[in-house]
């Protein structure tokens, strides 16, 4: 349930090669970088931050935190605990890449928190176990209700 195959390796690498040529296609056919709708209201003229401490412990934390409360073995009692700590590092992300200056690290860390947070949504919701995944509340696999794909959908 959480491997994949050779043949989506393949498509992996497939799809990724042809949205790249798209991009590069796209860039070249365009005077502006980025359209003014998506334009960052960041100062591009501003000093590079002395704060990146911030972007690696949080890094550190959530990685850690996925790992240890919505890893393989899951129960609901970690699952809530990750909602409430993830808030905390989600906050931080978002006063930091609010204030400072755009960096890879600073994007790649404020889609991994919504990213962890989308994978703690979905593991609440599942009451069972599954593949891989483990929850100690809902041992056994429950096809009736959860033989499905998981879809969560953002509000507004």
Known sequence: ANRLASNSLLEAIA???FAADAA???FKNN???MPPSTQFPHDAAAQLSRERVI???NRRELKRLMWDYVGIVRSTYRLNEAVQQVAVIDNSVDRY????PLSYDSIELRN???IGKLIIESAT???ESRGLHYNVDFPD???LHWNKDTIIRKQG
């Open 15 to 17: 799809t990724a090669q």
């Open 24 to 26: 590069i296609k796209d």
């Open 31 to 33: 005077s502006t970088i």
């Open 55 to 57: 972007l690696s412990y």
């Open 97 to 100: 890449y609010s204030s400072h």
């Open 112 to 114: 991994m928190v919504t």
């Open 125 to 127: 919701r599942r009451k």
């Open 141 to 143: 696999r429950d096809d």
